[in-house]
């Protein structure tokens, strides 16, 4: 210990006691402060070529590229967090792995050009002709409400550690109109990387209830769909990958306002929407596609009580999205209804179900807590009586958690049972205002 503490630095003679850190070595010790300047001065003079090992100051953006998940480790990573919608996830995770692939095999691109550069002009444009440059495949997410769009977006970005942003289509407008501009959605995405470009351009957005900015008729008319078929204009180049002026506290754009320049090429784009009544133009397509003798059988094989599974760009055209838009979205899955089984498995089987939820809160009280099995079924049937989907089971829960989580903090109670006939007492306000409003 004595000669630990005599230990100084072998630059600044520094002791322990007057840095941070030391870090001992055969031939002595070396300060952190030291140690930082030293990695300073040696990036200085190799700039990008460090003769040895990787670059010490690899920033999270570059650590994105190299990601190395297979679309199989992000489905089950989602599964953690996502009960059933399998076809959704599968789609969700390749086009999410094909993505960063694209982005690491643009970046080894670019490097390589850079170490060519002493070539001849001939052999470079050898090089750039040999490269094949893969495009973009942004994902539209079908699905009615509560079922997991919105869910799957952001466990994705979590295992990801990118920058993620929601936005919602419904605030947008065109330039000029009440209501935000469409550079806005990237405004979100500096702030949530604290405007950070590099990363914000590897980011993740979310733009949710994209079907509310759908073309409203077909039929033209005298006065302009400034939050209809002018958004999605505004929106094709975004999609697409091009250099935006974003303002950086989003909102509308002023000519003395400073911007900043973001280029959208590397950033994945994932829509989401109930897409309310497209399920009829889907049966009107099915069947006009079906005559003939076989018609009766063809038809049978179609499962009626979920049409969204047969959902195709065209379907999204009727609808009201403009073909630019469709093309610019390849990717298009469907998320299914959720039934009894799937609402069960989501009170108590993911990682932060609810269920798990509650009994941490009364576990930091001290309490444990027992919720009977007949108070899940009933959870469970009310939200689907009024069709509420998985964010509906919250509510009910709250409406039934609300007194025991008033009265046990302070008292000794060190057990709670949760039977039904105290559940159904205190879901019965929430039930009685929705069937009045129904």
């Known amino acids: 210990m004595e000669n630990k503490k005599s230990l100084k630095c072998a630059i600044c003679g520094r002791s322990s006691k007057d840095v941070d850190m030391l870090l001992e070595g055969r031939g002595g010790a070396l300060c952190v402060d030291c140690a ?7 990036q200085s003079v190799f ?46 995770s390749v086009a999410v792995y ?36 893969v495009e973009k495949s ?20 979590r295992m990801l550690n990118v920058p993620f942003a929601i936005v919602d289509a419904t605030v947008l407008t065109e330039a000029g109109y009440v209501g935000e501009d469409v550079e806005s959605i990237l405004s979100r995405l500096l702030q949530a990387c604290d ?16 079907d509310k900015i759908a073309r409203k008729s077909d039929n033209p008319s005298i006065t302009r769909d400034v939050s209809g078929e002018g958004v999605q204009q505004a929106m094709l180049k975004l999609l697409e990958g091009t250099i935006v002026n974003v303002p950086p ?14 280029n959208t090429t590397n950033i994945l784009f994932i829509c ?38 047969y959902i195709a760009p065209q379907d999204l055209r009727s609808y009201g999205l403009i073909p630019e838009i469709v093309g610019r979205v390849p990717v298009v899955t469907y998320l299914n209804p959720l039934d009894k089984k799937a609402l069960l498995r989501i009170l108590v089987e993911p990682q932060n179900a609810l269920i798990k939820q ?8 001290g309490v444990k807590l027992t919720i009977k099995q007949e108070v899940l079924d009933f959870i469970v049937d009310t939200a689907l009586k009024y069709k509420l989907g998985a964010r509906g089971l919250r509510s009910i829960c709250e409406a039934i958690m609300l007194d025991p989580m008033y009265e046990t903090p302070g008292s000794s109670i060190k057990e709670l049972v949760i039977d039904l006939e105290f559940a159904k007492d205190k879901v019965r306000n929430i039930t009685s205002t929705l069937d009045a409003v129904s």
């Open 358 to 365: 509650y009994e941490k809160l009364f576990e930091l009280e």
């Open 195 to 210: 405007y950070d470009v590099k990363r914000a351009e590897r980011g993740i957005v979310f733009i949710d209830e994209i």
């Open 249 to 262: 506290q989003g909102g509308r754009k002023h000519p003395e306002q400073k911007m900043i320049s973001v």
């Open 47 to 92: 700039g990008d070529d460090l003769p040895y090992g990787k670059k010490s100051s690899k920033s999270d953006s570059e650590q994105c590229e190299s990601l190395n998940f297979t679309p199989k480790e992000i489905t089950a990573f989602l599964d953690r967090y996502v009960i059933g919608q399998e076809e959704a996830k599968k789609y969700l």
């Open 98 to 133: 094909n993505h960063y692939k694209r982005i690491n095999q643009a970046t080894i691109a670019a490097n390589n050009s850079k170490k060519g550069k002493n070539n001849s002009q001939d052999s470079t444009l050898e090089k750039e002709k040999s490269v094949l440059e």
């Open 138 to 157: 942004n994902i539209l997410l079908v699905g009615p409400t509560g079922t997991g769009k919105t869910l799957l977006a952001k466990s994705i970005a």
């Open 272 to 309: 989401g929407g109930a897409f309310e009544g497209i399920e009829k133009r889907i049966a009107q397509r099915l069947n006009t596609s079906v005559v003939g003798y076989g018609a009766s059988s063809k038809t049978n094989k179609i499962d009626k009580d979920n049409l969204l599974k």
């Open 36 to 42: 930082m300047q030293i990695t300073d001065y040696v």
